[in-house]
């Protein structure tokens, strides 16, 4: 009995050693794979931060939350409000003899003119009063007004504009103001923390959190150049113009745009304009007092899988070119349509929209190098950009009224083009690409997806043809023959 009780008692002891030990290993392993202590101190093994705990570590510690980011920067965000003046749109009943009859001629008459506000934000880029916007904000405006931090109310003037980013520099007579610091908007990725500052609904200035939904955004037909950096970041009407923040407080875009419900409010799908294509836009401006950008010469469209098949090319890759503008660069170069343009100065081009990016943000005489894949054949061709015609009146923000055809965008009519619109494949013209609500040409009817054969009785071949012509007419009314759809009509864009 005493044997059976000491094997008992020495069975114990060793279960108890086994125990020990094995929990002591269970220990160390996990503070080899964990990276921290499981059974006192974890002699040298380092403890890992989570990017997250990493992020609100450097932002500021848990009682200040991100108010070390926003501080410095809110000063110099500035609220922005413009008004102008438009013509009333007449009342067609006016002019109706029954209605006339029942007023016994005397017809009540409405005010002509009427005056609309709108409502911003800017950025305050240099101490002595330089403020960048979005053209949006004060297109056409009368009167623009700019409020800041310390609720200062200064008159604001339009130094220039370019309407094919939505950008706008406005000046205001101060000194020794708050800036902002830009930052690189080429480093952001999807993922980071974004905050975005501005004055959304006249409620004030307000800052809100979110992160980089996506980059690269296009397509969207809110710009002639889009480029644009999505954001959950709330952003709000009233926040067009200012600041998209990245985690250092560093400015990376100005907001511009929104993805609007039926409720015309924020749906966490936001847009800005990246800093960067800001920065070239207001140096641009500030240098030339316009934007000049470089020029090809070229129509490009999408390299769909059934013209890389019909090209021989590779699916999905470069960009296809479906017109080539005589005497142009890349005419002079030797282009040719059919031409699959893959890179730009060693760069790939992934799609038109790219192609038009990276030359846009050129300067005019730069020597640029293409990689170019004809039937399946690599060749190198080099050319000198030209300066884009369309940059004469894409800058100043009133050079571009001088012709009643300002608010009008065209584009070179491609074969794929006149297949969507159900065109005869000998109809010669530019199609409208966009027009801007309340220009003369949307009062007279002109329509996105009309071609414009004609102005002033002479054809239109290309979009330099169109340009010279409106050009030739100055601030003179245009007749144009549009065709829409197959039939052709005249339509007369009266003069401001």
């Not at 506000?117 to 002595?128: E, P, Q, T």
């Not at 401006?285 to 070229?298: A, D, P, S």
């Not at 584009?411 to 619109?421: A, G, K």
């Not at 071949?461 to 050009?471: G, P, T």
Request: with cysteine.
């Amino acid at each position: 009995m005493q044997a059976t009780i000491r094997v008992r008692h020495w069975m114990t002891i060793v279960g108890t050693i086994c125990v020990f030990v094995a929990g002591a290993a269970l220990g160390i392993g996990l503070t080899s794979w964990t990276g921290f202590s499981a059974l006192g101190k974890s002699h040298g093994v380092p403890i890992y931060i989570s990017q997250t705990q990493a992020a609100e570590r450097d932002a500021g510690s848990n009682t200040s939350g991100y108010a070390p980011v926003l501080k410095p920067v809110l000063p110099a965000v500035v609220s922005i409000t413009s008004s102008r003046v438009v013509k009333v749109p007449e009342q067609p009943f006016f002019n109706d003899p029954f209605f006339q009859q029942f007023f016994g001629g005397q017809m009540p008459q409405g005010p002509e003119q009427q005056r609309e506000r709108g409502l911003g934000s800017g950025v305050i880029v240099s101490g002595d009063g330089y403020i960048v916007t979005n053209n949006h904000v004060i297109d056409k405006a009368t009167d623009i007004k700019v409020i800041l931090s310390d609720k200062r109310q200064l008159p604001g003037k339009v130094v220039g504009a370019d309407p094919k980013t939505d950008i706008a520099v406005v000046k205001i007579d101060a000194k020794q103001l708050p800036t902002v610091t830009l930052g690189d908007s080429s480093k952001i990725q999807v993922g980071d923390y974004a905050f975005a500052i501005g004055n959304p609904f006249g409620v004030g200035e307000t800052a809100t959190m979110g992160i980089i939904s996506a980059t690269g955004r296009n397509g969207l037909d809110i710009e002639d150049y889009e480029d644009f950096i999505q954001t959950d970041a709330a952003i709000n009407p009233g926040n067009s113009g200012g600041a998209l923040l990245d985690s250092r407080g560093e400015v990376i875009g100005i907001n511009t745009a929104i993805l609007a419900g039926q409720s015309g409010g924020n749906q966490g799908i936001g847009f800005a304009i990246p800093v960067n294509m800001a920065k070239y836009v207001m140096d641009q401006i500030l240098k030339h007092g316009k934007v000049v950008r470089g020029y090809i010469g070229v129509g490009a469209q999408e390299v769909t899988p059934d013209l890389a098949k019909a090209f021989n090319v590779p699916p999905e890759k470069g960009t296809l070119v479906g017109n080539v503008e005589p005497n142009s660069p890349g005419a002079k170069a030797g282009l040719q349509r059919g031409d699959v343009i893959e890179e730009l100065n060693g760069q790939p081009i992934n799609g038109p929209n790219d192609l038009r990016l990276k030359v846009g943000t050129m300067t005019p005489g730069t020597s640029v190098h293409l990689k170019v894949n004809r039937a399946g054949q690599e060749r190198d061709v080099t050319l000198t950009l030209g300066e884009s015609p369309t940059g004469k009146n894409s800058a100043n923000n009133n050079e571009g009224e001088q012709s009643p055809m300002h608010g009008v965008e065209v584009q070179d009519l491609t074969d794929e083009i006149r297949q969507q619109l159900g065109l005869k494949s000998d109809v010669k013209g530019v199609v409208v690409s966009d027009v801007a609500e309340g220009s003369p040409a949307s009062d007279t009817g002109l329509q996105r997806g009309d071609v414009i054969e004609q102005i002033n009785r002479h054809p239109v071949n290309s979009v330099s043809d169109y340009h010279r012509l409106v050009d030739e007419a100055g601030k003179q009314s245009i007749v144009l023959l549009v065709n829409r759809g197959g039939n052709t009509t005249f339509l007369v864009v009266q003069a401001e």
